[in-house]
């Protein structure tokens, strides 16, 4: 049998609930990383900004932001932007050297 493990395949902790939704996303975690890459091949930006960018829910972006970071896709720009929702710096994620052409 194929294992796969985080950041491979959508993460859960414990709860039935985090297992069903883990195992709901794992059909769509890779399109959503492909469109986050997409979305950051134009520019960095921050996980609100992409959401944004790609019409989906800031809930469904960021797992894939954690997931392309741990992969060695995305990093850490070094930029802060200030999200509008929280009011606190956040992470501005670029791709890594490997995914620029």
Do not use: C
């Not at 859960?12 to 399109?31: E, I, R, V």
């Not at 960018?53 to 997931?67: D, F, H, L, M």
């Amino acid at each position: 049998m194929d294992t796969q493990y985080y950041p491979d395949v959508p993460a859960y902790q414990g709860g039935d609930t985090s297992h069903a939704a883990a195992k709901f996303m794992a059909s769509k975690a890779p399109l959503l990383q492909s469109q986050v890459l997409r979305a950051l091949s134009v520019r960095p930006m921050a996980t609100f900004e992409i959401a944004n960018a790609i019409k989906r829910s800031y809930r469904s972006v960021q797992p894939r932001t954690s997931e392309l970071r741990l992969a060695g896709r995305i990093d850490d720009s070094g930029q802060r932007k200030i999200d509008p929702e929280t009011e606190r710096a956040v992470i501005v994620w670029q791709l890594t050297g490997d995914n620029h052409e």
